[in-house]
């Protein structure tokens, strides 16, 4: 499979504890876009990397949020001490130019 | 502020009829468009982008149409099958010359009755 994989594709996790993403984009795609979507509504931007910068971030965002991604290939978006607000879809996204991204399948978080 | 966003949230088409979905975009400075198939449990599927130097663009089966004068898109499926029932979302992407940020509506789920 060459498109963008995540993992894990469901997470179910306890208030206050942290949880991780692995997204793995489209080989030699420079730019990996991560976004969270809650029910009924559309994606929503979090962060963007090109290459291993981390070169935006959105306001959704919070501290709680970290992003990486060390060699420019794999990322990992983490969540610290997790609330039920948290619960959702996040998604991610590469491309190589910019222009259009191709999406992962996502993970299902929920917050208990 | 910028939003972008779909005129219906719901659509129920007979199979085989053409299907149109709507989708308004407020800011004038957006250059590029893209629609967006969601299944349910999937990531969104890429299929069918446009320039803001276009006003139509055809693919296999879909097509979609811009004006830029009224700021809005759509798009058409022709023949609409019941593989096309999903949620559909116009994006806006202000192209690789910035962040290539994605600003999504909220979507039309479409309905293909048999």
């Known amino acids: 499979d060459t498109g963008v994989s995540q993992d894990p594709r469901h997470k179910i996790t306890k208030r206050g504890q942290n949880v991780t993403f692995r997204c793995d984009p489209i080989?030699?795609?420079?730019?990996l876009y991560w976004y969270r979507q809650t029910l009924g509504q559309g994606p929503e931007f979090l962060t963007y990397?090109?290459?291993?910068?981390?070169?935006?971030k959105s306001r959704l965002l919070s501290d709680r949020f970290s992003a990486e991604r060390p060699k420019g290939s794999f990322s990992t978006l983490e969540i610290q001490r997790t609330e039920q607000g948290d619960s959702a879809m996040y998604l991610c996204?590469?491309?190589?130019?910019?222009?259009?991204?191709?999406f992962g399948a996502g993970t299902r978080l929920s917050v208990l | 502020g910028e939003s972008v966003g779909l005129h219906l949230p719901t659509l129920s088409v007979q199979e085989g009829d053409n299907s149109i979905i709507n989708c308004a975009y407020s800011?004038?400075?957006?250059?590029?468009f893209i629609w967006y198939k969601q299944e349910s449990g999937k990531g969104p599927q890429f299929i069918i982008d446009i320039r803001s130097n276009m006003d139509k663009r055809q693919g296999q089966r879909v097509t979609v149409l811009l004006n830029k004068t009224v700021k809005h898109l759509s798009l058409q499926i022709a023949a609409t099958q019941p593989g096309d029932s999903a949620v559909y979302f116009c994006a806006e992407n202000r192209g690789s010359g910035n962040t290539g940020k994605l600003i999504f509506g909220q979507g039309t789920t479409l309905q293909v009755k048999p």
């Open positions: 080989s030699e795609h420079n730019r």
């Open positions: 800011n004038s400075a957006s250059d590029y």
């Open positions: 990397f090109q290459n291993e910068a981390q070169l935006e």
């Open positions: 996204a590469s491309t190589p130019l910019g222009d259009i991204q191709y």
